[in-house]
T-cell receptor, first 111, second 110 residues
Framework: DVKVTQSSRYLVKRTGEKVFLECVQD?????MFWYRQDPGLGLRLIYF???????EKGDIPEGYSVSREKKERFSLILESASTSQTSMYLC??????????FGDGTRLSIL | EDQVTQSPEALRLQEGESSSLNCSYT??????LFWYRQDPGKGPEFLFT???AGEEKEKERLKATLTKKESFLHITAPKPEDSATYLC???????????FGTGTRLLVSP
């Protein structure tokens, strides 16, 4: 079974802090994705990566950056956290056109 | 712009009461339509992929169907453990990303 592991289930940070969310997958998938999920808005794509050191902006990249130094690890960085970035963050991985597999999410609160 | 609309937003059923969830979509060339189940506090769990109109997939009490404009998730004789949010997503040809609907929250009462 595919396992996508997100480093934290819950995280509380302060405005202006630099925040790192980590995601690791164990299936050698080429594609990795970061989404945020908000009530009434569904899942929205922030960034994705189709290879090591390669990244593409999704629909809502503003205020975020990403890093993929190794194939199995994809990090989401909030450069200067704001209260509008309080949300559930979901990482996913996939291979080609195969279904994406999700981690259990990080619920991030910015105070 | 690719778009997915799910209805109803919420659905309450009695155990054994069959029903259907709807996913309407517009996409510039469909590569695949995906159904996921999401339990509270968890990430989405993959259920089905449908690729072309007329295709059907089944798993236990769930059956997914696809037309050129919409997909249905039919739930036959549901049980309380089927309670979850069901998400629909589309992937356009030539793109890796998924576009999600906002989901249908299903509650099945004993």
């Amino acid at each position: 079974d595919v396992k996508v592991t997100q480093s934290s289930r819950y995280l509380v940070k302060r405005t202006g802090e630099k925040v790192f969310l980590e995601c690791v997958q164990d299936m050698d998938h080429e594609n990795m994705f970061w989404y945020r999920q908000d009530p009434g808005l569904g899942l929205r794509l922030i960034y994705f990566s189709y290879d090591v050191k390669m990244k593409e902006k999704g629909d809502i990249p503003e205020g975020y950056s990403v890093s993929r130094e190794k194939k199995e690890r994809f990090s989401l960085i909030l450069e200067s956290a704001s209260t509008s970035q309080t949300s559930m963050y979901l990482c996913a991985s996939g291979l080609g056109t195969e279904p994406q597999h999700f981690g259990d999410g990080t619920r991030l609160s910015i105070l | 712009e690719d778009q997915v609309t799910q209805s109803p937003e919420a659905l309450r059923l009695q155990e054994g009461e069959s029903s259907s969830l709807n996913c309407s979509y517009t996409v510039s060339g469909l590569r695949g339509l995906f159904w996921y189940r999401q339990d509270p506090g968890k990430g989405p769990e993959f259920l089905f992929t449908l690729y072309s109109a007329g295709e059907e997939k089944e798993k236990e009490r769930l059956k997914a169907t696809l037309t050129k404009k919409e997909s249905f998730l039919h739930i036959t004789a549901p049980k309380p453990e089927d309670s979850a949010t069901y998400l629909c997503a589309v992937q356009a040809r030539g793109f890796q990303k998924l576009v999600f609907g906002t989901g249908t929250r299903l509650l099945v009462s004993p």
